[in-house]
């Protein structure tokens, strides 16, 4: 069956710009995080959604927000972009909250300019 | 949340050659799992192993939750094994991942 497709794989932004990023979950899959990694953070944690809703949230700003559909397809949406944005954003799939096997998208490579 | 440890932070291997690579995290786990990134960033899945051992072709996984680490081995490693090495386990009460800075392996041939 198909992995999690993430859309669009690059992406080039200027300062101040909002944008936009998809993930497709496994089919069946309920649950999808996100997570942020740049070099000098590693692998952060930004939000998880389950049944159409945020149940848990990383420690970054407002400006970071996201949303679940009813077929459980994810988006995050960045705004005002700042240069420090720019970094590879990973979205993992599971069947279900808690101790199951997590699965995870090429990723969206964003660069702010 | 968990703190995870993994070490070493880098490794560099002769093709053919075996390796260790170690995770430690500091609390009681219900599972954890092993990636490689490959170079194009994604996370491939390795192991799910919340405890015991498990064997994938040249790949086998041990983990000891009782004493709070995991351990990876690469045996008659090919060049094919480089990459970053993550392993992960989820925070009891909220079920994010945390993540270890990981190992970069590097194989020559």
């Known amino acids: 069956k198909a992995g999690v497709t993430q859309t669009p794989r690059y992406l080039i932004k200027t300062r101040g710009q909002q944008v936009t990023l998809s993930c497709s979950p496994i089919?069946?899959?309920?649950?999808v995080s996100w997570y942020q990694q740049t070099p000098g953070q590693g692998l952060q944690f930004l939000f998880e959604?389950?049944?159409?809703?945020?149940?848990n949230k990383g420690n970054f700003p407002g400006r970071f927000s996201g949303r679940q559909f009813s077929n459980s397809r994810s988006e995050m949406n960045v705004s005002t972009l700042e240069l420090g944005d720019s970094a590879l954003y990973l979205c993992?799939?599971?069947?279900?909250?808690?101790?199951?096997?997590?699965?995870f998208g090429q990723g969206t490579r964003l660069t702010v300019v | 949340g968990i703190q995870v440890e993994q070490s070493p932070p880098d490794l560099i291997l002769q093709e053919g050659a075996n390796s260790t690579l170690r995770c430690n995290f500091s609390?009681?786990?219900?599972?954890l799992q092993w990636f490689h990134q490959n170079p194009w960033g994604q996370l491939i899945n390795l192991f799910y192993?919340?405890?015991g051992t498990k064997q994938n072709g040249r790949l086998s996984a041990t983990t000891v939750a009782t004493e709070r680490y995991s351990l990876l081995y690469i045996s008659s490693s090919q060049t094919t094994d480089s990459g970053v090495y993550f392993c992960?386990?989820?925070?009891?009460?909220?079920?994010?991942?945390?993540f270890g800075a990981g190992t970069t392996v590097t194989v020559r041939a």
């Open positions: 959604y389950f049944s159409e809703t945020q149940r």
């Open positions: 609390d009681s786990v219900n599972n």
């Open positions: 993992a799939s599971s069947f279900a909250r808690g101790n199951t096997e997590a699965f």
């Open positions: 089919s069946g899959h309920r649950s």
């Open positions: 992960a386990v989820p925070n009891a009460n909220d079920y994010k991942l945390s």
């Open positions: 192993i919340p405890s």
